[in-house]
């Protein structure tokens, strides 16, 4: 038994230096959240001033979580958002930086002003009108993290464009998927990337997806690396080419606060990946607003949120919250260990971050480090720390808040998804007294409730799955090209409520701690997964009868991918096969997607109607074999006891 006392506080209330000057306080927490759930229409429409409009909405709010579901906000108002992530901002901060960029190499690094941003984006807008791009088609991104991921956004949604980004990680075949399924006819991307001083083949990726996407019609490229591409006349294009030859001024169009904005593709627990789809004006209110008041950011700071922009936080806490909010956000294109893996603070220092935005994955990776690597830089000019992605483990709370924040630095754990639009769950920094590993309290607006499998709604301390029982502004509106999914999926599970796919528990402070997907869906490094996607990609190799995959603990990742293999009639399991089926994974997805275990199974537990029963195969791969439950109901009991013996057997 443990005796050292335990003298780790469980609770961290607001320190005062950021109580005092914060935005919101607890009892103004308190206060506007009443507003918020009380008056909705009152609140948001107060709160939709924030941008400007062309045309100011008089309707603030029109949603039904029943029936064919339609959600619309702000629906009369007309607006840009690119003119209000940039123009609205030259009046008085034209010189301030906009973008700084951090490139892969420590030696390389720039400041983008307003100024500058908008000549940019003005410039990349002419371009893809010149290429025929019009109001309401779509565009397909595929860049490392470089600022020109940013201009091609802005300029997208600068004349009506809807982008749908694809993370550079994804595989040739996953990128085709998705410029197919939206019908994008341009995509933009780059010779290579640059990560941890290694190349990321982009435009020959592209061009493999390009062969067989026969609807894009034109390509530009980004020269990043200056490697050698192949090159298509007629369709490629450099980019620093066109939009030299083009005007720097480009009228932002007149857009309703419904249009579309993006795509963003996602995971779910069936099926291929689906679009999200989001909005004008509901959602760059609330990524502004969250990003105000979650990051506390005041007007000067330096704000580092270091997603990637191929995911959704990238999108909203990168570009669109802090460009709304007249902020200087950073841009990083490298990784947390390159050149050696005290970068991340050599950044701050080297930028003077006063707010820094990262996921889970990461901190627990630096902090196998130990403290040496962080405690050698300075870090004063941090303020704010934020979480994203995944449930924070508590042990790496506390090293985040002790070892990086000096404990003077709040920590926001925030809960949200690609769906969300933005922030739901989470403290606000100088409000909320924080526990470690909970995402806290909802976001103004955020009414979640938590309901057990029948639907039955739960009330005071309980745990099961987490729902949210009115619309807040960022919510997306539909999955693209398929709004039956959309009610099936997110509203049809527990009728009249959007069910995020997440478990929680409450406690007794009404504190929410996300327990993690209920649904068929990984979260591996704080990227999403359905398991479905990993196991049609292995079925889809010669040799592969079957496959089943599941999450499992993993020290690093969170979770990490465990596949159960059946090999066709005849094959033999090796481990060059097992070699090959991880290689075909990643050529059919993409290197996020690797396996991590590959089980060979003689047979999978099956119920006697031929349905997987994953409980089981969840429970083998995290090694609770005394676990198991009832196997009772299964169609060939004997299944079990080959695969828990094959996986000891392993060790
Ligand atoms: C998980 C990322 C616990 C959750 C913004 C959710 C979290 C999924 C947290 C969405 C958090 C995200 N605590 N779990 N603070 N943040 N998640 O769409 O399972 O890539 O459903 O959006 O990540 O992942 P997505």
Redesign the pocket.
Known sequence: MNTTPNTTPSTFPPPEAVAKSAWVDAEGYTRMYEQSVKDPEAFWGEQGKRLDWIRPYTKVKDVSFTGDVHIRWFYDGTLNVSANCIDRHLADKADQTAIIWEGDNPAESKHITYRELHEQVCRLANVLKAKGVKKGDRVTIYLPMIPEAAYAMLACARIGAMHSIVFGGFSPDSLRDRLVDCDSHLLITADEGLRGGRKVPLKKNADVALAASPNVRTQLVVRRTGGAVDWTEGRDFWYDEEIAKVSADCPPEEMSAEDPLFILY?SGSTGKPKGVLHTTGGYLVYASMTHQYVFDYKPGEVYWCTADVG???GHSYIVYGPLANGATTLMFEGIPNYPSVSRFWEVVDKHNVAIFYTAPTAIRALMREGEAPVKKTSRKSLRILG?????INPEAWLWYNRVVGDERCPIV??????ETGGILISPLPGATTAKPGS?TLPFFGVQPVVVDNDGKLLEGETEGNLCIADSWPGQMRTVFGDHVRFVQTYFSTFEGKYF???GCRRDADGYYW?T??VDDVI?VSGH?MGTAEIESALVAHPKVAEAAVVGYPHDLKGQGIYAYVTLNAGEHPSDELRKELVTWVRKEIGPIATPDLIQWAPGLPKTRSGKIMRRILRKIAANEHEALGDTSTLADPGVVHDLVDSRMNRG
């Open positions: 996602t995911w959704v936080t979480s994203v992605g995944e449930p754990d925030t809960f949200w998804q690609t995402a995020t796919g997440d996300i993690g997907r979260n999403r």
